[in-house]
Structures are given as C-alpha cells and as structure tokens.
C-alpha cells in the first residue's frame, strides 16, 4: 500500500464529510420544502375536504373536484412513492392534487412529471397553501433543472443496465472511466436487489456552476460546502469532477474515486428502495443509523472492488490505530451528530464498512441479505433486532470484536 500523502489525506477527508454531508443536513438542518410542509400540516389541515366521487373521465382534471385527502395525507408523510402511486388513481385529479403529485414527484427527484403536474393545477387555479412552496418557485427550480441537466447518454443505456440512466456531457478523462464503469455499477444493483433494483438516474457534471445550480434547483438547498462534490438520493446520483476552486477532487480513474461514485449509488438504492416499497424516506433520523447505511453504501462499492475494503482497514491501522487514534464507542456510530461532526470521521466511516462487511459476509451470500434487511427494518424500525435476526450476528459485539482486532487490544 502507498502511504496517503497529506494531499490524499485532505481530500480523503473532505471527500468523505462533503459526500455525505448533504443529505442529513438536508433533512435534520434546513429541511427543504416538503419538511417544513410538515410544520404547517396543523393549520393546513383544515383544507381536507371530502373524497371526489367517483364517476368521471380518466385523467382529465376536474376545476370542481374534491381534493383527495389520503393523497395530502401522504405528502405530509413525506410518503412521496405512495403520493403518487395514489394520484395515479384519481380519475378526476382535483388542482390541489395535481399540485401535491407534483411536489411529490419533485421529492422522488423526477421534475419532468413534476412540472406537467404543477402548471396543470396553477392552469386550474391552484398554486399551492399558504406556508407550502408555491408552484411559480417549484416550477422555476424544475427549468433550472432542465437548463443545466446534461443530455442522455443513449451508448451506456444501451450498452448498460435499463436501471441507470446516464445524464453526462462528452466523456471527459475523470468522466471516461466513470461512464466505463456504469455497467459494472448495474451487474452490483442487480446482485443485491435483482429484478427489484430501482432506477437510478446518473448524472455526472464536468463543470462546477451547473452542478451547483442543479443541486440547489433539484435537492432545494445549496451545495453544503466548496468541495462537496456528489449525492445520492431517491431515484438519482450526482457527481461534480471539480470543487469550487475548480481543481478535480477526486483523481481520475482511480479505483477509489469509482468507489466512491458507486458508495452513492449504494445511498441512492437504498433511498429508492425504501421509498418505493415501504413509502419511508431512507434519511428519516427513526430509521437511519449512519454505521448502516455508510457501511452499506461501502459494501456496494467493495462488490465491484474487493480492495475497496482492504485500504480502508490499512488505513485505520496505518493512520488511526498506529497514530494513536482511540476506537469509537457503538454509540457514537449512531448518531448523526456524532457520527459526522464529532471525533474522527474517517474512523466512523472505515470502520463502519468493515462492521457492515462483517455482519453480512462475503459476495456469495451477502448481498441478498441487504433487501431483506431494509424489508424488515421498514417494518418493526429496530436496527440491532433487523440485523441479529437477517445476519445471525450482533452489531454490537460484531463492532466490539472488530475493534478489539483492529486495535489489539487485550479487552
Ligand atoms: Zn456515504
């Protein structure tokens, strides 16, 4: 192994805070739109009106129709899949309803549906209640969308799995190898979730400005930091090849940056998947421990790229345990304030993949156990009863006995 040059070593860093730093914030710190529709779900809720009666043209909007109240119901949920699988039965949509299923798809991150549906309700007269985001700011944050989106890339989608659509400007030579890799990307998706793999959508940015016009247009809030530079969220991927003092943040064509792209499609899996099936948002503090989706999103990537694995743990024992660095306790990879913003970060992280691979095993059988994990989690909500009961194991004493390793020590 080559020692991390202090270089490396920054941006490891950064890269690894910036890259995850997004989606938590976004929800525990400056929720975006539909979280603060929650706040106001007490004085919106005496909007609720009666169910449409049912007799009428499919699809067409009715100006006098009834708003459907379990579709409102599931928008303050922040149930988005579930939104829209119920819009998607109203034969009279009401404008109300046509402007919640475009919130709601602007939540799943599909603003080409969202935007038909928010300028059919604003055509019909409703824009939205007060305290909700109204569609005139939606709809401007879907043309900026599709102002900066990058063309489709049709030779990966053909030469690629249907679940990733690659949205990228001409192969650049830190983009080349990305594109190259997205078949593999898919061959990963399918060994986990086969036929049930959701579709994600790559999009890959060359340049700095567009990507952060497209992050605050599409996620609702700005790009968290000068180096965050890639997300993954329900149904897509971004990734930006510069930060904002436009130099390449991660090195082209190297194993870890190509990692690092599929560790977010791992996040973006398991966002889509717990959206779709279960109607949860992934990033919902009850059902997130970031040891677990950290780690899973790392294990995703190591099923590409086995060596993925073996650095981190070179680099706990070069750069942590020779260092004198102290093991975290359990606790602290549960939290999201501990885990990210508290102690060593890359520690949790590291060790957070080790653990993961631990509990779940090798390729063979590893794999599999991840949809059943997110299916049982979704439903009773206890991580360490999910794990015990999926894997056989204790994530507890598997972190305990991994450290205890790791560091040598005689406990
Ligand atoms: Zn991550």
């Given at each position: 192994?080559?020692?991390?040059?202090?270089?490396?070593?920054?941006?490891?860093?950064?890269?690894?805070?910036?890259?995850?730093?997004?989606?938590?914030?976004?929800?525990?710190?400056?929720?975006?739109?539909?979280?603060?529709?929650?706040?106001?779900?007490?004085?919106?809720?005496?909007?609720?009106?009666?169910?449409?009666?049912?007799?009428?043209?499919?699809?067409?909007?009715?100006?006098?129709?009834?708003?459907?109240?379990?579709l409102?119901a599931a928008v303050?949920?922040?149930r988005?899949?579930e939104a829209?699988?119920i819009?998607?039965?109203?034969?009279?949509?009401?404008?109300?309803?046509?402007?919640?299923?475009?919130?709601?798809?602007?939540?799943?991150?599909?603003?080409?549906?969202?935007?038909?549906?928010?300028?059919?309700?604003?055509?019909?007269?409703?824009?939205?209640?007060?305290?909700?985001?109204?569609?005139?700011?939606?709809?401007?944050?879907?043309?900026?969308?599709?102002?900066?989106?990058?063309?489709?890339?049709?030779?990966?989608?053909?030469?690629?799995?249907?679940?990733?659509?690659?949205?990228?400007?001409?192969?650049?030579?830190?983009?080349?190898?990305?594109?190259?890799?997205?078949?593999?990307?898919?061959?990963?998706?399918?060994?986990?979730?086969?036929?049930?793999?959701?579709?994600?959508?790559?999009?890959?940015?060359?340049?700095?400005?567009?990507?952060?016009?497209?992050?605050?247009?599409?996620?609702?809030?700005?790009?968290?930091?000068?180096?965050?530079?890639?997300?993954?969220?329900?149904?897509?991927?971004?990734?930006?090849?510069?930060?904002?003092?436009?130099?390449?943040?991660?090195?082209?064509?190297?194993?870890?940056?190509?990692?690092?792209?599929?560790?977010?499609?791992?996040?973006?899996?398991?966002?889509?998947?717990?959206?779709?099936?279960?109607?949860?948002?992934?990033?919902?503090?009850?059902?997130?421990?970031?040891?677990?989706?950290?780690?899973?999103?790392?294990?995703?990537?190591?099923?590409?790229?086995?060596?993925?694995?073996?650095?981190?743990?070179?680099?706990?024992?070069?750069?942590?345990?020779?260092?004198?660095?102290?093991?975290?306790?359990?606790?602290?990879?549960?939290?999201?304030?501990?885990?990210?913003?508290?102690?060593?970060?890359?520690?949790?992280?590291?060790?957070?993949?080790?653990?993961?691979?631990?509990?779940?095993?090798?390729?063979?059988?590893?794999?599999?156990?991840?949809?059943?994990?997110?299916?049982?989690?979704?439903?009773?909500?206890?991580?360490?009863?999910?794990?015990?009961?999926?894997?056989?194991?204790?994530?507890?004493?598997?972190?305990?006995?991994?450290?205890?390793?790791?560091?040598?020590?005689?406990?």
């Open positions: 192994m080559i020692p991390l040059s202090d270089l490396d070593r920054r941006l490891f860093r950064a890269a690894h805070h910036r890259i995850d730093s997004a989606p938590p914030t976004y929800r525990s710190r400056r929720p975006p739109a539909p979280c603060r529709l929650l706040r106001f779900r007490v004085a919106a809720g005496f909007l609720l009106l009666a169910l449409a009666p049912g007799s009428a043209i499919d699809g067409e909007p009715f100006p006098e129709a009834a708003p459907d109240r379990s409102k303050e949920g922040s988005w899949g829209v699988r819009f998607s039965t109203i034969r009279k949509p009401a404008p109300e309803d046509l402007y919640l299923a475009g919130v709601a798809h602007l939540r799943l991150h599909q603003p080409e549906r969202a935007r038909e549906e928010l300028l059919r309700g604003k055509e019909l007269g409703f824009s939205g209640w007060d305290g909700w985001p109204g569609a005139e700011a939606l709809l401007r944050r879907i043309a900026t969308v599709e102002e900066v989106l990058p063309p489709v890339r049709p030779e990966e989608g053909r030469s690629a799995d249907s679940a990733i659509a690659v949205h990228a400007g001409p192969p650049t030579p830190w983009s080349g190898p990305v594109l190259q890799a997205v078949p593999e990307f898919a061959a990963v998706g399918r060994r986990i979730f086969g036929t049930d793999l959701p579709r994600v959508r790559l999009v890959l940015f060359a340049e700095r400005q567009p990507y952060e016009r497209f992050h605050a247009a599409m996620f609702g809030v700005p790009v968290p930091t000068a180096w965050h530079d890639g997300t993954g969220n329900i149904n897509i991927v971004v990734f930006c090849e510069k930060d904002r003092q436009e130099k390449q943040s991660r090195r082209a064509g190297e194993p870890e940056t190509i990692g690092n792209v599929l560790h977010e499609f791992g996040h973006a899996w398991l966002a889509s998947y717990l959206m779709d099936r279960h109607g949860k948002e992934w990033l919902d503090p009850a059902l997130r421990r970031p040891w677990l989706d950290e780690g899973l999103a790392d294990y995703a990537a190591s099923l590409r790229e086995p060596t993925y694995l073996e650095r981190r743990k070179a680099w706990i024992e070069r750069e942590k345990v020779a260092k004198a660095v102290a093991p975290p306790s359990y606790q602290t990879l549960n939290g999201y304030r501990e885990f990210y913003e508290e102690g060593d970060v890359d520690t949790h992280y590291w060790l957070s993949a080790l653990l993961v691979a631990e509990l779940l095993g090798d390729a063979k059988g590893g794999p599999a156990l991840i949809p059943r994990i997110l299916d049982q989690l979704a439903r009773s909500g206890d991580h360490e009863a999910t794990v015990r009961s999926i894997t056989g194991k204790d994530p507890q004493k598997e972190f305990e006995r991994l450290t205890r390793r790791l560091w040598k020590s005689p406990r």
